[in-house]
């Protein structure tokens, strides 16, 4: 079965909430609050998502976390990279050299394919898609909102 990881799966989240408010700083303890994520666990995923670039923080009192860039431009593919590393749906979609069966391997071709449609898909979704389709902000599948992704998604349907 094919699954992101909680942890990436809580980073979206989070940043999720900070793209709701993407210009004022937000706390910590105020994004577990609001996500129902503990804690330590928020901390850890700002700590990623800082050292990554997509997050900012100052210290201090008046300090927090916004996002490093506007929520248009950062895509669901660049937080799963941030926290997990290259979405690969195998490991010899990570790149040449890493099986032993490459050179006579009738599936690698196929599995690559599916690794690059896998990663168009995550790179077609960003913050502000995932905002614009929270309850919070109308109902919205996050895929009609961008219109390469729903293209791709009508064109299986048909």
Known sequence: ?????????????????????????????????????????????????????????????????????PPEEITIAHVITALEGPVTVTACSDGEGLCDHEATCATRAPWMRVNEIVQAALEGVTLADMVAASPLHGSTHPLELHPVAASRTQRRQR
Do not use: N, Q
Request: aromatic share 4%; glycine share 8%.
């Open 1 to 69: 079965m094919l699954r992101i990881s909680k942890l990436a799966d809580y980073g979206t989240m989070v940043m999720v909430k900070i793209a709701a408010a993407p210009f004022r700083l937000h706390t910590a303890a105020e994004v577990a609050e609001e996500s129902r994520i503990p804690l330590p666990t928020v901390a850890k995923l700002l700590k990623g998502l800082t050292r990554k670039g997509l997050v900012a923080s100052r210290r201090g009192a008046l300090g927090g976390y916004r996002l490093a860039r």
